[in-house]
């Protein structure tokens, strides 16, 4: 079992930036990816960035050049969002998926809110 606790969520001005964090424990062991996905208000949970034990990242389209990826360490993934706007308003939730090859193990933390006020 893996525990993810997010921090970093609030409320900034259209512009703006927040930084998210992520910190991962448990059976954390393996090779995994950890990433960021946000659900706005009557919308489905949409893919935000990920990023490979190995440092390998995806973004959204949404997300490119704005904001970045990081893994602090083996258990710590980081988004630094810059130039926010009022469409970044959402749930952001840390995602850790452990690849075991033909089935992976997935969990999700409990989400922080993100509002971007215009």
């Known amino acids: 079992q893996v525990h993810l606790v997010e921090s970093g969520g609030g409320l900034v001005q259209a512009g703006g930036s927040l930084r998210l964090s992520c910190v991962a424990s448990g059976s954390t062991f393996g090779v995994n990816v950890m990433g960021w996905y946000r659900q706005a208000p009557g919308k489905q949970r949409d893919l935000v960035a990920t990023?490979?034990?190995?440092?390998?990242t995806n973004y959204a389209d949404s997300a490119k050049g704005r904001f970045t990826i990081s893994r602090d360490n083996a258990n710590t993934v980081s988004l630094q969002m810059n130039r926010l706007n009022a469409e970044d308003t959402a749930v952001y939730y840390c995602n850790y998926v452990r690849l075991l090859g033909t089935t992976n193990d997935e969990y999700w933390g409990q989400g922080t809110q993100v509002t971007v006020s215009s």
């Open positions: 990023i490979s034990r190995f440092g390998n």
